[in-house]
């Protein structure tokens, strides 16, 4: 069957919408275009939130962003490129998470809404306008979806509870020093 019907079309529409998104995304992390900050100054971010080191973890959003995103707009290697975009995003969720949902307030809606996409994507595929179609679905197999999903899943909950415990070890040591400045104004106020 040649003719494509409304489904494909509306898959090509979310593949390159979020796709492209994401690829912008990645480049400017990884090459510092549209505004970005290249790999230094997204790394420098990134060890501030809590990832590290910085500069690895630039490297890899970035590249989970821009190779995620761009397969995803080409619709190749769908179940992987959905997997890694997701990642990414709920990656970038843990940090806005303190905000609560809105973006508009610097919440993780925005890149829930992205992850939550490039899964579907991932889950659904890319429709038959689409490089995976073309190559026959060689690196678009139903086995794949579970399998790359899973992994994403893994090494995000890692990588996130890696990057809580560092932020809960500064608070617990800021608390400590707070704890022993105030333990010392009170020997000087007992002094007295």
Not at 106 to 132: F, N, W
Request: hydrophobic content about 45%.
């Amino acid at each position: 069957m040649t003719c494509y019907d409304r489904r494909d079309l509306g898959l090509l529409l979310l593949r390159l919408g979020t796709g492209g998104v994401l690829a912008a995304h990645g480049a400017q992390k990884l090459f510092g275009w549209f505004g970005g900050h290249g790999i230094e100054g997204t790394g420098q971010f990134m060890e501030s939130v809590g990832y590290a080191p910085g500069r690895a973890s630039a490297t890899a959003a970035g590249l989970a962003e821009a190779g995620g995103g761009t397969l995803l707009a080409l619709g190749l290697a769908t179940p992987a490129a959905g997997a890694a975009a997701a990642g990414a995003m709920a990656g970038a969720a843990a940090v806005h998470t303190p905000n609560g949902f809105f973006a508009a307030g610097g919440g993780y809606e925005y890149a829930a809404s992205l992850g939550l996409t490039a899964a579907g994507l991932a889950v659904t595929g890319p429709g038959r306008l689409s490089l995976d179609h073309a190559l026959g679905h060689a690196v678009n197999r139903g086995w794949m979806v579970p399998v790359a999903l899973g992994v994403t899943a893994a090494v995000t909950a890692v990588v996130v509870g890696a990057r809580n415990q560092r932020l809960r070890r500064v608070v617990d040591e800021e608390e400590g020093e707070d704890w022993e400045e105030g333990a010392g104004a009170q020997e000087v106020l007992f002094d007295r």
